[in-house]
């Protein structure tokens, strides 16, 4: 059987495409790479990727500079409980060299290999057992695989669900891969459930991230304090509450009054026509103290 | 009714908590609090007896302390702290104040010598002369200008040695520092070891091999080696090696167990002249007498100390023979200081300051102890706490009994106070009176749990137990090795933990701690476990366990016996079970499949996460040994990230309430897990001292990792920022510590997880029907929905570590404890450290307790928990919850020990001390009599009416 692979990518809205063999060509260009693919019949699920905000995908590359911006490629190797790695799919990507030294990885695709008779079998064990599906990826992906591999796991039997899921986050600094998130897009509670996959196909989400930028300690001068609070007194309405909202303090103990009156009343009622002369101050005090509380 | 008191109650608290500051009035100083000073295992003594006036013995200990104690009470009398490595300085002997200082420029740390003329007199003008660095350095003693005095002789002899294997002689000018000649001989077996210096030309060095001691000799700027065989001396000899003492013309060998003197003859001929056992510790010799020199050698013998003072040149003469009683299991001798005094028969005396084992300073003197110091409590390593025992019937606790003459003084006494007429000593009085009536050292729990032992491990392998109302020892346990092999004499202690806590069954059991220690200071080595009783002090049993120790993890689950079981890790990776028993495997392979523990790898710049995998496989391996496979790895690049802090929740920590409400009637969702592991990574070239890169060159990084899945969940990047990071998490928070270089400000930033599945659950018809996933159970499986919020703040002061209070059910709110460089402990309210703070809070924030925004916290003098006092040499702080949910206890550790017990939101659930019960009871008193005469008064009425 034909090594099938699904190579899905979107890098804008409007295209949507996968091929039916694995090209380790070097392309240079996203117009021809996009063009290529054709359509297939078989893409049901477009793999999102993200990309920064600084490109705009219509930009064409053609004249970008080779050196400065170049196309890498680094495999997903995935390995079933305790058994050996091997290779589960490839990102490709552009590496963006900026002028101050820095890197960053853009333009993230996936092309996951689709599972073999063999590695089905596997990954059923693993779900019998809630044993673990691991993943790895290089920890630097110009020198793949760098220091070390950079490795995920998740309980087989998180995946399943009409197809297999998977969500990957992949944490960057530059061209070095720090961690990858592996799991399943949703929840996946405790006593997990014994579920085979009604496809055998994987439905990939990745995401890049990169580090946030601590916000910088805001800092005050003795004016701005000042003038803060001046605003503060002019523009700061209290905001209106609802009548209830405001007194409910004071309603609450008059209504109690007011029961206790009113139960207090129908004593007195009930008592006037059979009051005797000598006994009735006990009587209502017995009576009516189980009323009161 | 009863209601409404309740409420306008509650509301009387909460407004006098509204009052930020916490302080305490001058007269209620160690009402709560206790603090002790400590100086440390002491490395030198120097005694100053020769003046009339105070007799004291000055010390210089492992701690950077010096120190003058009282001979006579072993009070500390000065204290000062110093730098350890490149500086010199002087102190003035009376009052400690430092006379001049001198720092000698070295590039790179090494072993510096010091070397001091006898008789130093400040008048005359001696030089000093010390080695740093590769330089030998001439420093006058008056004002420490580095000068170059003439001595009486003018040629300063300076021995080294190149590469361990050659010797070099120089001879200085001391006039002018000049070198006048130098020459330098290849002794090719290698030299090893300490070197004793035995004349005046001559020294004593082992060779590499550890079997031959080589005499070398200097006279006149020539080099001669002479080698003789340890063997020749002693037969059947193993590694030598050369104790350390000063003995005019001999050394002191410690070989084979033995220690043995030897003599250095005129032409460098070795003879042996005296051997003692090993565990001998000896001084440096003392001039006594007609020319005479002395020295002291002490050593153990079952529970006693023998002293032994004898002359260096007759061996065979002792002057002084002493055997000492010890009240306590101490180890053996470690170090010996003498000195002698003229005794009123004109003979004589000698008294000794010698250091034990377990870093404890006792001074003896005609075969007593005079006074004894627990200095191994200076260097504290780990504590934990522990319930007192339970107070029974039978065991009554003696009450202090009163006369009513002594009752009635009391209460004159006290009146005296609250009218603001007591003298001093009236005011001392009433503070020990209160003392006394609150009974807080008694040896029993007590209804508020005020009243727990600190149980403290500290490096020398000692356990004490601390009263936490007096601070007294309760009791103290050296640690022994259970094996007694000659590798692992003293284990060294690591880390403490609850080993077996009795509650719901298993009452009777005395709880429990579990010591790990190690034998060596190799992570490989291998570690011993001791079980230690709490309540008695008594070891129960301890172990080899025969693997070393990376990592102690109590897992959440205790036996029918209520023993926690812990997985120790060991280097190769395997995990071992704790306690051996098939009722813990049982359990544990119960919960095999969901263990998983992590390793963080700080020179790689790795973390790894751990599952279990299988038994471990082999001869040597028990059922109790597991091997675990790796499911995740965070691999930090190496070129811009290394690791330098990182930090869990406290595993007890209790939380509240799950959510938070907002200002606008929002709720929020704690993201509350227990695997949530912070950590600070900073450029390498950052890692250095603040102010050594710029800022460009230097970034901090913050991630929360969760620990199951290896998931970052929260990454933060502070550009310009440099370590070092001090940190504090607790609940779903995290606050650390920083150097903002840009700002040249010290910043503290808060991060606060909130957690996002759980946000849809705010309807309360969906809580009322059922409708919510508040009680399903939370997989690190699931894809977190979570979100932060982080602010940032300046803070005026450096800081050495940071806690947290901890409450029995955690409603009180939370302060933060910082101990500053200062080396006191400040008390900020987390609500300073709010992340929601804004520059204008609405009146609804407000009254939530919102402050508004400042760009840096606060420094409230007032809030300084130690007050007046000083925790010097701070490095941790501990907290652990009293009963009463207001109040926590906390512990300071450095070289000195403070503890006191806060209440964060003041006392709102207990009455004050000083409550004046007869008060109330008189004022109830006085209205039920009140009542009974109006009503008897009505009834009178009432029936005068009716007869009318």
Redesign the interface.
Same mark, same amino acid.
């Given at each position: 059987m034909p090594n099938l692979t699904l190579v899905l990518f979107l890098s804008t809205l409007l295209f949507s495409s996968s091929f039916a063999f694995q090209s380790d060509e070097l392309l240079l260009d996203d117009e021809e790479f996009g063009l290529e693919g054709g359509s297939h019949p078989r893409s049901p699920e477009p793999v999102i990727t993200d990309s920064p905000p600084k490109q705009t995908p219509s930009i064409r590359r053609r004249y970008s500079d080779p050196d400065l911006d170049s196309k890498i490629q680094f495999t997903l190797e995935h390995a079933f409980g305790?058994s050996d790695f091997s290779s589960a799919g490839t990102f490709s990507a552009r590496l963006k060299t900026w002028s101050h030294g820095g890197q960053t990885l853009t333009k993230l695709r996936f092309a996951r290999n689709e599972f073999s008779d063999e590695e089905k079998h596997a990954f059923q064990n693993l779900l019998k057992g809630?044993d673990?599906y691991?993943i790895r990826l290089p920890?630097?992906v110009v020198t793949p695989p760098?220091?070390?591999?950079?490795?995920?796991?998740?309980?087989a039997r998180?995946l399943p669900r009409d197809g297999l899921d998977e969500?990957i986050?992949i944490?960057m600094?530059?061209a070095?891969?720090?961690?990858v998130?592996?799991?399943?897009?949703?929840?996946?509670?405790?006593?997990r459930q014994l579920k085979l996959p009604g496809k055998w196909t994987f439905n990939s989400h990745t995401i890049l991230?990169s &580090? !946030?930028?601590?916000?910088?300690?805001?800092?005050?001068t003795e004016e701005i304090?000042g003038s &803060? !609070?001046n605003?503060?007194g002019e523009a700061?309405a209290?905001?209106e509450r609802s009548f209830w909202a405001k007194y409910w303090m004071y309603l609450i103990p008059l209504g109690l009054i007011v029961m206790n009156a009113v139960t207090q009343a129908s004593n007195m009622a009930e008592e006037q026509p059979a009051g005797s002369q000598g006994q009735a101050p006990a009587a209502i005090h017995r009576g009516s103290a189980p009323r009161r509380r | 009714m009863a209601m409404a008191i309740k409420a306008s109650l509650l509301l009387l608290v909460f407004l006098s908590s509204a009052i930020v500051s916490f302080s305490l009035y001058e007269d209620q100083v160690g009402l709560m609090d206790w603090h002790q000073r400590y100086i440390g295992k002491v490395k030198h003594a120097v005694f100053h007896t020769q003046k009339a006036g105070r007799k004291r013995v000055i010390v210089s200990t492992e701690e950077n302390v010096v120190a003058s104690l009282d001979l006579r009470h072993g009070e500390i009398y000065v204290i000062t702290l110093s730098s350890q490595g490149s500086t010199l300085r002087a102190w003035n002997l009376p009052d400690g104040q430092m006379v001049w200082e001198t720092s000698l420029h070295s590039a790179q740390i090494s072993k510096s010598l010091l070397s001091v003329p006898i008789n130093l007199k400040v008048d005359k003008d001696y030089p000093i002369l010390a080695f740093g660095g590769g330089y030998l350095h001439a420093v006058s003693a008056i004002d420490g200008e580095r000068v170059l005095q003439p001595p009486e002789s003018s040629i300063i002899y300076v021995l080294g040695f190149l590469h361990s294997s050659e010797a070099v002689v120089y001879q200085i000018d001391s006039k002018t520092g000049e070198v006048v000649a130098e020459k330098s001989m290849v002794f090719p077996d290698g030299f090893s070891g300490a070197v004793s210096s035995v004349s005046s030309d001559k020294i004593v060095v082992l060779d590499s091999t550890r079997s031959i001691l080589v005499t070398i000799g200097f006279l006149d700027g020539d080099i001669s080696f002479q080698k003789t065989p340890v063997s020749d001396l002693v037969e059947d000899s193993g590694n030598a090696e050369i104790l350390s003492p000063l003995l005019s013309n001999m050394v002191a060998v410690k070989v084979n167990r033995r220690t043995i003197f030897v003599r250095v003859g005129g032409e460098g001929k070795l003879e042996v002249v005296d051997s003692l056992s090993d565990e001998t510790a000896m001084s440096v010799s003392l001039p006594v007498a007609d020319d005479q020199v002395a020295f002291a050698s002490a050593h153990h013998e079952g529970s006693k100390i023998q002293l032994m003072v004898k002359l260096v040149d007759d061996l065979e003469t002792v002057l002084l023979r002493e055997s000492i009683e010890m009240d306590q299991h101490r180890g053996r001798v470690d170090k010996v200081f003498i000195n002698n005094y003229i005794k009123t028969d004109m003979s004589n005396g000698f008294r000794a300051l010698i250091v034990m084992e377990d870093h404890s300073l006792l001074l003896l003197q005609q075969g007593a102890i005079v006074w004894s110091r627990e200095e191994g409590l200076a260097s504290v390593t780990d504590v934990t706490t522990a319930e007192l025992p339970v107070e029974k019937d039978g065991v009554s606790v003696a009450k202090v009994e009163h006369t009513l003459v002594d009752w009635l003084k009391g209460h004159m006494l006290k009146l005296k106070g609250s009218l603001l007429l007591a003298s001093p000593e009236d005011v001392a009085a009433i503070q020990e009176m209160r003392m006394k009536s609150s009974g807080r050292s008694k040896l029993t729990r007590d209804h508020n749990g005020f009243r727990k032992l600190f149980i403290a491990l500290t490096r020398a392998g000692k356990l004490f137990a601390l009263h936490t109302g007096d601070g007294r020892i309760v009791w103290s346990m050296l640690l022994n090795s259970p094996s007694k092999s000659e590798a692992c004499e003293r284990p060294s202690g690591i880390s403490l933990y609850q080993w077996q806590v009795p509650h719901h069954h298993a009452m009777d059991e005395n709880p429990s701690v579990l010591v790990v220690g190690r034998c060596g200071s190799d992570s490989s080595a291998p570690g011993v476990l001791s079980f230690v009783d709490v309540y008695t002090g008594k070891e129960i049993s301890s172990s080899d366990i025969g693997h070393s120790v990376v990592r102690v993890m109590p897992l959440p689950f205790t036996d029918s016996t209520e023993q926690r079981l812990h997985l120790i890790a060991d280097t190769e990776g395997h995990v071992h079970l704790y306690p051996k028993t098939s009722e813990a495997l049982s359990i544990f392979q119960r919960e095999f499949q969901n263990v998983y523990w992590y390793t963080v790898e700080g020179d790689d710049g790795i973390i790894r996460g751990h599952g279990m995998k299988s038994s471990c496989a082999g001869e040597t391996a028990d059922e109790y040994c597991f091997t675990t496979k790796e499911l995740w790895t965070v691999v930090f690049p190496s070129e811009s990230e290394k690791i330098i802090s990182t930090l869990t929740r406290k595993p007890n920590e209790v939380v509240h309430t799950q959510a938070k409400v907002n200002t606008d009637q929002d709720l929020l969702y704690k993201y509350v897990s227990r695997n949530l592991l912070f950590v600070a990574t900073v450029s390498p070239k950052g890692a250095g001292e603040i102010g050594s890169v710029t800022p460009e060159e230097s970034a901090l990084v913050v991630y929360l990792i969760d620990t199951i899945t290896g998931r970052i969940l929260h990454r933060l990047s502070h550009q310009g920022c440099q370590g070092p990071v001090h940190a504090v998490f607790s609940e779903n928070w995290v606050v650390y510590h920083y150097f903002n270089l840009r700002a040249h400000k010290y910043e503290v930033t808060v991060v606060e997880i909130y957690d996002q599945s759980r946000a849809e659950n705010k309807n309360v018809w969906k809580l009322v029907l059922g409708k919510h996933n508040l009680t399903a159970p939370i997989s690190s499986y699931s894809r977190p929905e979570m979100f932060t919020k982080s602010q940032s703040y300046f803070f005026a002061q450096s800081v050495k570590t940071i806690a947290v209070t901890s409450t029995a059910k955690g409603i009180t709110s939370k302060q933060l404890l910082i101990g500053t460089i200062g080396d006191q402990i400040l008390a900020l309210d987390k609500r300073f450290v709010d992340p929601r703070r804004t520059l204008n809070p609405s009146q609804a924030e407000k009254e939530e307790g919102i402050i508004p925004l400042t760009d840096s916290l606060p420094i409230i003098p007032q809030s300084y928990i130690t007050h007046s006092l000083k925790v010097e040499g701070l490095r941790g702080i501990v907290t652990a919850p009293a009963k009463l949910e207001s109040t926590t206890h906390v512990f300071a550790y450095g070289v000195d020990l403070f503890y006191t017990r806060l209440a964060p939101s003041k006392t709102y659930d207990s009455l004050a001390d000083d409550f004046s019960y007869a008060l109330l009871l008189i004022t109830i008193v006085a209205l039920v009599a009140a009542i009974y005469i109006t009503w008897v008064i009505s009834e009178k009425k009432e029936l005068s009416e009716k007869w009318r």
């Open positions: 305790d809630d673990f691991r920890s630097n760098g220091r070390e591999y950079v490795i995920a796991s998740v309980r998180c969500h986050a944490h600094d530059g070095n891969i720090l961690a998130s592996y799991g399943s897009p949703g929840a996946c509670p405790y006593p991230k &580090s !946030e930028q601590a916000p910088r300690t805001p800092i005050f304090l &803060s !609070e605003m503060e700061e209290p905001v | -």
